[in-house]
């Protein structure tokens, strides 16, 4: 673990304490109603569908509900990581107990949903070139970004998407880069929907 990793607060032992004492405000005890959306026009049921940083990965329920098998599911929080075991453990699905930084696979899809917001903005390059690591040749990064700046020290860590493009830029092909018409009541207005291929 690299020394910014170290003494920023974001290392596993902060996020398993958000699950310990169930400080969990971002979650929105559903999946979100653009990536639900996303999901139901999906074709391909054989996609290798990977979520990081994926909490409560309501979004992996809804995906498993509608038939996709190869679903992996990274996170840093082993109070978390046993929960989502237990709750799947007779499900195809995989949990991986592992800093999204070091872990390695190839995937046609990886969800968007809050890591990117609950790093420090010093690893978002990091994060870009991990996510591109990631995917297959044809892969797509699809979720949500805020459209936001936050009043108070993060997590969570805002943005907009003028600070966003030239990091993506690079490595990624913008096929939908705008703000989310159908967020949940409590973000309207404050997110960006994003669908990104491979470059």
């Known amino acids: 673990m690299d020394r ?3 003494t920023l607060p ?3 032992e902060y996020w398993d304490n958000q699950y310990k004492q169930n400080t969990t405000g971002w979650d929105l005890k559903q999946v979100s109603p653009s990536l639900k959306a996303y999901f139901e026009q999906l074709d391909n049921k054989k996609l290798a569908i ?4 994926c909490g409560n990965a309501y979004e992996a329920e809804y995906l498993y509900s509608l038939g996709f098998q190869n679903i992996t599911l990274v996170d ?3 109070t978390l990581v046993n929960t989502l ?3 799947w453990k007779d499900t195809s699905i995989q949990i991986v107990l592992q800093d999204i930084f070091e872990h390695q696979g190839m995937y046609d899809l990886i969800v968007e949903q809050t890591l990117f917001c609950a790093i420090d ?3 978002r390059p990091k994060y870009v070139v991990t996510m591109h690591h990631l995917l297959t040749e044809k892969g797509k990064l699809v979720g949500l ?3 936001k700046e936050f009043d108070k ?3 969570p860590f805002g943005g907009s998407k003028r600070q966003y493009e030239p990091l993506f830029s690079p490595y990624f092909t913008f096929n939908t880069f705008e703000a989310c018409h159908n967020s949940v009541l409590l973000r309207q207005g404050a997110e960006l929907f994003i669908n990104f291929s491979k470059k």
Request: hydrophobic share 40%; net charge neutral; aromatic share 4%.
């Open 50 to 53: 990977l979520i990081a940083g």
């Open 153 to 155: 020290q993060g997590p």
């Open 76 to 78: 840093i929080s082993e």
């Open 121 to 123: 903005p010093t690893l």
């Open 145 to 147: 970004l805020f459209d």
């Open 4 to 6: 910014i990793t170290r």
């Open 85 to 87: 075991k237990e709750k």
């Open 10 to 12: 974001i290392n596993a």
